[in-house]
């Protein structure tokens, strides 16, 4: 966290305020494109091929791809902004562009390895557009949100309340069952989407808690609160044993001595009995 501190303080001024705007300018451009130009969009796409071939425009115009087109595309496009907008103020703007670049260069970088593992493997040039989209992207901006404000509440299909870490719970496991039941390929780019936001997830957990010093210091504690705590129900007025110190011992309380005074099976019948 120190480097991205220093990072920010060096770097800071270079930061692109309101981010998200652009980002959801590019995927209505993408929108409009689809419905106007569908062929256009063809040149946008994510494809290592065409990058090494002098097209290299494509790592950075796959982003007006839209990744689906319903009459929820709107309301989607609204809230990503609405979320987006949320986690820039909470960040700052370098933050925010750090995150939302990191996952676009994570992505084109898995992308070009892909590229050449399966051109090792088969031979030939693999088309690898299909596994690239910003759904993920966006997935990731919706986990972040999750992590920095948990217990917010959105209305699903504007009518049930749920908390986003609940939403980010299901989101996860629907990712998970991906990561798991894909091949390779599917596996390696989802990975590259979400990589971004594993890096932050993992930078901003409190790993002193789980260190092995920090465990032995709270058993430690535990166990002199319970010593400290802990108290015998039977003591000796005559040698002060417990059963703490021979659970063998037997107590009893003497009918002939003034007061409630204990005694143990070893001075029961030998002490000499208060009186008052």
């Known amino acids: 966290?120190?480097?991205?501190?220093?990072?920010?303080?060096?770097?800071?001024?270079?930061?692109?305020?309101?981010?998200?705007?652009?980002?959801?300018?590019?995927?209505?451009?993408?929108?409009?494109?689809?419905?106007?130009?569908?062929?256009?969009?063809?040149?946008?796409?994510?494809?290592?091929?065409?990058?090494?071939?002098?097209?290299?425009?494509?790592?950075?115009?796959?982003?007006?791809?839209?990744?689906?087109?319903?009459?929820?595309?709107i309301i989607m496009l609204l809230f990503y902004y609405s979320i987006g907008r949320q986690l820039e103020l909470y960040w700052g703007a370098f933050r925010f562009n750090l995150y939302i670049f990191g996952a676009l260069i994570f992505t084109d970088i898995a992308a070009m390895i892909l590229y050449g593992v399966l051109l090792k493997i088969y031979g030939m040039a693999m088309p690898l557009s299909g596994y690239f989209s910003t759904s993920y992207i966006n997935l990731s901006l919706f986990l972040a949100f999750a992590v920095c404000f948990p217990e917010m509440?959105?209305?699903?299909?504007?009518?049930?309340?749920?908390?986003?870490?609940?939403?980010?719970?299901?989101?996860?496991?629907?990712?998970?069952?991906?990561?798991?039941?894909?091949?390779w390929v599917v596996r390696t780019a989802i990975i590259a989407s979400l990589l971004n936001f594993i890096i932050f997830y993992l930078l901003t957990r409190n790993y002193k808690s789980i260190s092995p010093k920090e465990i032995h210091r709270k058993k430690k504690f535990h166990q002199q609160v319970k010593t400290s705590t802990q108290k015998t129900k039977h003591k000796c007025a005559i040698c002060g044993r417990t059963e703490d110190d021979d659970p063998t011992l037997q107590f009893r309380y003497c009918s002939k001595c003034a007061g409630n005074h204990e005694y143990c099976q070893d001075h029961l019948f030998t002490h000499k009995h208060i009186t008052f």
């Open 1 to 73: 966290m120190n480097f991205l501190y220093k990072m920010e303080r060096k770097l800071g001024k270079y930061a692109i305020p309101n981010l998200i705007t652009y980002l959801i300018g590019a995927y209505a451009f993408g929108i409009a494109l689809y419905f106007i130009a569908p062929k256009a969009l063809e040149y946008l796409t994510l494809e290592p091929y065409y990058i090494l071939k002098g097209q290299v425009w494509r790592l950075i115009s796959w982003i007006f791809i839209p990744s689906s087109i319903s009459i929820f595309t």
């Open 153 to 183: 509440e959105v209305r699903l299909y504007f009518l049930i309340p749920v908390k986003m870490k609940w939403m980010a719970v299901v989101y996860g496991v629907i990712i998970a069952y991906e990561v798991v039941t894909s091949g």
